[in-house]
């Protein structure tokens, strides 16, 4: 539904140059339906966006075709045409890997002609590949293109950039709104997903927290195929309180070259997209079996969405040795999972309820560290420490300034640290200030994203 009070950017492209995949991505989960053949989108999708801290409603449109006007493409041109009218801002998305096509030249020709202010988007610019792609787009007259890469999320804080003058003067006045946003989010239903491989117990750990037999169990692997959604609410045994959960039981996950039935597809994208729309994801390891590659790919895909991550061992009843069990596995994820050390492992058992209300109780903690927001004032004190205690680094003798850093959002929290020649800052340094957010900041083991960003004048001061 159009939320009338944000302003209104249209995405507007041919079509499979990438136009759903930048909407999922301003959205901030995969809403609009993504696929390598073109015309996907039929219909025009909104949803309420944020960038950076900046607020306002996406709208995806179809691939913009040269077709009759009384034929699908034609009508689907229409809706297209249709979307611009009372728009505050479009964005133009070319492939920048493919270069200009004639089908670019004319809707340029068209945009031109409007009134709406056009940001023009090179997606797929990942790489090199895209380069050429991006020097030919200068030719289309809307100025100069933002390089992204909509999959990957880059390029993301440049299009902030280029929409803040465009709309930034229509933002809700959100500072007392955001105190009361954290209130709600404090007392909504803690949205927690459960996923793993078939047969770890998943469905079984759902009906031992419900205290009811909901969901269908057996020895077979492969018995739930939808991704099933119950509400309830947990007792918190330290405090009393009842707390509500939004508790989703998904599909096991198998490697992929495993699959090749059409419904176990269909009911493993089912459980990635509970992954997109949980707060928190608990994947469930068997504790007969161990760590298994699988578990490190459905892991790092938890982290990568941005989502708090709990590694559950189930079966702990029926572990063999279960001290060295614990301790393999906590090694194993700490390098299999290098970019998000110390994720909370924890032993459970679905048939005696060993672990459950811990595990329960680590999930609601998580969720507050990654809705977390840093006061100013304490996020600028330990940005001058973290550079005071290991200065960044001066290759060639050049030195590379961090100016000062910003935290634009939440849940997952995301920074951007403002400076001058931060193409040559190290890896290894981004890591160090990640590392120093997690750890000295209150947010523990969630994910952390950091951006960086260099004054937009190539000429500016670097002293």
Sequence with gaps: MLNTALPTVVIVGRPNVGKSTLFNRLVGRRVALVDDQPGVTRDRRFGEAGLLGLEFQA???????????????????????ISLKGADAALFVIDARAGLTPLDEEIARWLREQSVPVVLIANKAEGNAGESGILESYALGLGDPIPVSAEHGEGIADLYEALVPLIGDRQPAAAAEAETDEADRASAPLQLAIVGRPNAGKSTLVNRMLGEERQVTGPEAG?????????????????????????????GMRKRAKIDDKLEKLSVFDARRAVDFAEVVVLLLDATRGLEVQDLKIASMVVEE??????????????????????????????????????PLLAVSAVTGKGVDALLAAAFKLREE?????????LNRWFDEALEA??????GGRRIKLRYITQVGTRPPR?????????????SYERYLINGIRNQLGFGAVPVRLMLRSPKNPFASAD
């Design 370 to 378: 990654w809705s977390r927001r840093v006061p100013t004032g304490l």
């Design 306 to 343: 941005g989502r708090g991550l709990i590694v559950a061992i189930n079966k702990w009843d029926v572990a063999q040795q279960p001290s060295a069990l614990f301790n393999g596995i906590r090694a194993a994820l700490d390098e299999g999972l290098a970019q998000l050390r110390g994720v």
């Design 390 to 395: 290991n200065p960044p680094p001066a290759p």
């Design 415 to 427: 920074f951007v640290v403002f400076g001058t020649r931060l193409d040559d800052l190290p890896t």
């Design 223 to 251: 018995i739930t195929r939808d991704a099933i959604t119950i509400d309830w609410r947990w007792r918190d045994p330290a405090s009393g309180e009842e707390r509500p959960v939004r508790l989703v039981d998904t599909a």
């Design 59 to 81: 709208v995806d449109t179809a691939g913009w075709e040269e077709d009759d006007p009384a034929s699908l493409p034609g009508r689907m041109r229409a809706q297209t045409e």
